[in-house]
């Protein structure tokens, strides 16, 4: 079983959150301490994307709610993450100094720090761009109704973007907004500054007309 599956099994037990809790327990403080507050950072990254680009209400969801495609791929680059298997930028951040952290799932294995989204983006791949991250069909464009739909979500301190044709869009079935659908998103570039802190990029709403 890989590291990723694993993991997976793991955040499906019915006990997770108590085992999570316990895992609290057993740590040392510090890094729990240190952990935490790469969590509130990213989770405060993600919370302002969602109010530039749904209604603003970022709600927490349960692993359970993410489609299996998504949850592997997420816990796949968390899990290399952790190892030091992942590529990342030249601020090498590290699973042991944990602090936000950003991937996505047209990059398989490359974990960037907020400043470094850029290496993230597709704005200069119009063709990586249309093609879904959950059954890779390249899609036509937003001017033939067939765009990708832009979301993220996180886990601990890693923010994970991904990118999405109609049918695979996921269910917003636990009331995330990023997991829905964002038609105001829907076409433009992926992974281009829609994560940046709000000292950086607070100035602009999502990406809109800045193609
Ligand atoms: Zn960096
Ligand atoms: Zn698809």
Redesign the pocket.
């Known amino acids: 079983m890989t590291p990723a599956l694993a993991l997976e099994r793991l955040m499906l037990h019915p006990a997770y959150d108590r085992f999570v809790e316990y895992a609290r327990t057993v740590m040392p403080v510090g890094l729990v301490d240190q952990a935490d507050a790469a969590a509130t950072e990213a989770h405060a990254i993600l919370a302002d994307a969602a109010v530039r680009l749904a209604d603003g209400k970022g709600k927490g969801m349960s692993a359970g709610d993410l489609p299996g495609w998504l949850r592997l791929g997420l816990l796949d680059t968390l899990s290399a993450f952790a190892a030091g298997r992942a590529t990342t930028c030249r601020h090498n951040p590290d699973a042991t100094r944990p602090r936000p952290v950003l991937a996505a799932a047209w990059r398989p294995g490359m974990v960037v720090c907020p400043g470094c989204a850029h290496l993230l983006s597709l704005k200069h791949d119009p063709v990586a761009d249309a093609v ?1 991250d ?2 890779g ?1 390249q899609c036509a464009g937003v001017e033939h109704d067939d765009g990708i739909y832009p979301g993220m979500v996180q886990l601990g301190p890693l923010i994970y973007q991904y990118g ?2 109609g ?2 869009r996921p269910t917003i079935a636990s009331g995330n907004p990023l997991s829905g659908p964002l038609p105001a998103e829907q076409g433009t570039p992926r992974g281009t500054g829609r994560v940046q802190p709000r000292t950086r990029r607070g100035r602009s709403r999502g990406k809109g007309g800045q193609r």
């Open positions: 879904c959950s059954c069909r999405t044709c049918d695979c």
